[in-house]
């Protein structure tokens, strides 16, 4: 998928992630704020270019500032910003690049 | 699997908490709290401009988070909304036990989500009849045609009242003394015996009142509803020390299942235990109060 636009998913609550995403220059450029960096940094590292794998995202400046989220909802909030970029609301390809 | 048939349409549902399905804090492990039910909510507890957003962390916490055999209800957008198709096809793939419909009026209403339902087991190789349903009823239109929606479908496994928007509805409110409910919450509990159905109170809102929330529960259980919708986790211990039999309970239910058993093997229909006159009639409440006790951790017994 492309990056079309600016967009953004999530809040800075506990146990949440804010993932905001920009059309990038020819890459997938990643910036990590993490409340828990020491110990699982390499941990959201992987699952959110995996996320980005799926979507077929290769070409992102992406921003995340994670407060403990689960794997779970780290998907979630890139998963959420990428479409919201594309302004697709409906016919999510569950159980496919959703996963 | 035919879905009248499902064996999760009886399973024991005392307690059935609403989440914010869109509150990473909330929905991570509500389990350790104990309910018999979660309801996750992608319908009022959701923003509009977040229903896309709460989906995705709908679908991902169905199939990621254990849920150590809690109950995981979706409760949907409404019909009349455009959300309502796409809540369900995340419902479904993400591996969601039951979807409850708000709003409900009709048998039509049931019928609109079961066909939806159907193709969302197919299309993300779900069981077939695995993904049952309940109804919730907010309107006196709804309560009104409560028999009609009980039958609607063999997945509809009960059916909720709603009383914020019914009393809002009969123009009436929320008093706390329970006077604004008792029409709906008859009509429907006969409404889902009749049916064969279960039948589920509505929330109590006032978290200052606990002595009213005990009452509350205590009428609903007199009454013969199979349990409560909850807000808040202080709220379980309560439901379920409610639904909880008594030690004496307990030993007469097992005393009349263990002489129902044994007297039919003998032809003998009728008879008495510790003084009460028994027959068959009695055989399903005696099971039942095993069940809960059972539940509570109060009977290890194999009737």
Redesign the interface.
Known sequence: MEILKPAV??TL????CMVTVEPGQGKVNLDLDSSVMRQFGPQIKKVIAETLARLDVTDVNIRVVDKG?????I???V??AV??SNDI????P??GA?? | MNPAENPNKKRLRRSMMFLNAQKPGLIKDPYVYGPDSIMLDLEDAVAVKEKDAARFSLYHALQEIDYRGVERVVRINGLDSDLWEEDILCSVAGGCDSIRIPKTETGEDVKKVEAVVEEAEKRFGREPGSVLIMAALESAKGVLNALEICTASPRLFGIALSGGDYTKDLQTSITGTGVELMGARQHMIIAARAAGVQCFDTVWTNLNDMEGFRKDVETIKMMGFDGKSIINPRQIPIVHDIYTPSQKEIIFAEKVVREIDEKSAQGIGVFTVDGKMIDIAFYDGAKRTLMLARAAGKYKGDL
């Open positions: 998913a999530g609550e506990s146990s949440d989220a689960l794997d779970c909802t998907k979630a909030r998963e959420a479409y919201r609301r409906k016919d999510i569950w159980g959703i996963k």
